[in-house]
T-cell receptor, first 113, second 110 residues
Framework: ETGVTQTPRHLVMGMTNKKSLKCEQH?????MYWYKQSAKKPLELMFVYSLEERVENNSVPSRFSPECPNSSHLFLHLHTLQPEDSALYLC????????????FGPGTRLTVL | DAKTTQPPSMDCAEGRAANLPCNHS???????VYWYRQIHSQGPQYIIH???NNETNEMASLIITEDRKSSTLILPHATLRDTAVYYCIVGNFGNEKLTFGTGTRLTIIP
């Protein structure tokens, strides 16, 4: 238990669906991150938020839309995804942006049909 | 950010010390060395980090060479639960981009 929770843990969706991934951290951290981990590829940083403000958008397609309503919650809204977007989506938090230790959630395993 | 080179896989007998090497020959003076691991079906877990001195915590020890071009993560008494992919990362403290490579898949053999 890292103090970072993600829901759902597994998600199957069609290409025309709209869904959202949720992340919550109970650590009092100010920075939150979304990563994507595809099969046999390194983790890719997608988005970084510091105190609810987006500070990094790593050339992510617009079909992925992040939202950070407060420093404890982070969402990733998904729409019109492609099968190649199937991956493990990981949320992490740290005390500050670039903090030495990032705490990761268990991830959401997403399958796009 | 400097890049790292790690062996793709290693085996270690249970109860023995696991020594995981990492080369980072292009590391710059203000870049730290971080180690994370990822157990199957879980998110990555921070292990340890260092700048130039050797570091030790309850999980592992980090040995950094004097020229800082390589380092070794040591798990002193490996258990089956240490089977995971271990990532060596270099980056600036305060830089949000921790760039994960492909890591070393460590398998602890009973």
């Amino acid at each position: 238990e890292t103090g970072v929770t993600q829901t759902p843990r597994h998600l199957v969706m069609g290409m025309t669906n709209k869904k959202s991934l949720k992340c919550e951290q109970h650590l009092g951290h100010n920075a939150m991150y979304w990563y994507k981990q595809s099969a046999k590829k390194p983790l890719e940083l997608m988005f970084v938020y510091s105190l609810e403000e987006r500070v990094e958008n790593n050339s992510v397609p617009s079909r992925f839309s992040p939202e950070c309503p407060n420093s404890s919650h982070l969402f990733l809204h998904l729409h019109t995804l492609q099968p190649e977007d199937s991956a493990l989506y990981l949320c992490a938090s740290s005390q500050e942006v670039g903090g030495r230790e990032q705490f990761f959630g268990p991830g959401t395993r997403l399958t796009v049909l | 950010d400097a890049k790292t080179t790690q062996p793709p896989s290693m085996d270690c007998a249970e109860g023995r010390a696991a020594n995981l090497p990492c080369n980072h020959s292009t590391i710059s003076g203000n870049e730290y060395v971080y180690w994370y691991r990822q157990i199957h079906s879980q998110g990555p877990q921070y292990i340890i980090h260092g700048l130039k001195n050797n570091e030790t915590n309850e999980m592992a020890s980090l040995i950094i060479t004097e020229d800082r071009k390589s380092s070794t993560l040591i798990l002193p008494h490996a258990t089956l639960r240490d089977t995971a992919v271990y990532y060596c990362i270099v980056g600036n403290f305060g830089n949000e981009k921790l760039t994960f490579g492909t890591g070393t898949r460590l398998t602890i053999i009973p």
